[in-house]
């Protein structure tokens, strides 16, 4: 398939984006990166392509104008595939339309990067085929804005605790989160994984699965 990742923002994705090449090139795909998003607005351009991936951070003053937000979900809408990784596209509500939530400025948060295990709850879901239970190194997210029409296939269970969060004491409760979702958005297949902060977490051999899995999902 053809695939292009929109990349760049104020994430550690100078680490993450090699991977991601390596390894979708690796599952015999064509990859095409971009730091710039105004591919987007080509409608041209972006009709080369079977599926769009983020692997980006898009706000303030990098965040999409409306012509881009408009190509992409219209690229979406008309049947085309997206894979959204991490806080990517879920920042703005344009963007947490398409994917049924995430990441949320206002209200979100997480204890600081570490270990911790994801649980696979659906394993006949298509997007973990192939993957059982596993222990990565990451950002487990919290109080994520969150579509209760999401198919929901992993998960992760904080333990309760007080974190620094923006430079104050801040109590985060002990829940289950999910981490991975598919929905529709028009005719179009959208896969979503809160996974992915850095190049060590691209690493994770199970998560660099969960990601080929989405591809293949997307574009079927």
Known sequence: MRLLIISGGSHPYEESTPV?????????HEVNIEWDTKV?????????????????????????????KTGMK???????????????????????????????RD????????SFTVN??????????GVSDFVT???????????DDNDVFMTADSEQGTHD?????????AETFPLGWTRKYGDGRV????????GLSFETQEFQQIILNGVDWVTD
């Open 191 to 198: 896969f979503v994984t809160l996974l992915g902060h850095n």
């Open 165 to 173: 969060w923006k430079g104050e004491a801040m109590f985060m409760p």
């Open 20 to 28: 991601l090449e390596r390894f979708l090139k690796n599952g015999a």
């Open 107 to 114: 209200v979100s948060f997480h204890p600081p990067f570490g």
């Open 40 to 68: 987007l607005s080509d409608d041209n351009e972006m009709s080369k392509y079977d599926a769009l991936v983020f692997n980006t951070l898009r706000d303030k003053d990098t965040a999409l104008n409306h012509a881009e």
């Open 74 to 104: 219209n690229f979406i809408k008309q049947g085309k595939g997206f894979v959204c990784i991490h806080i990517s596209g879920c920042v703005s509500a344009v963007e947490r339309e398409i994917t049924g939530g995430g990441w949320d």
């Open 137 to 147: 190194n990451d950002e487990l997210y919290m109080g994520i804005e969150y579509s």
């Open 120 to 129: 696979v709850i659906n394993s006949q879901h298509p997007g973990v085929l």
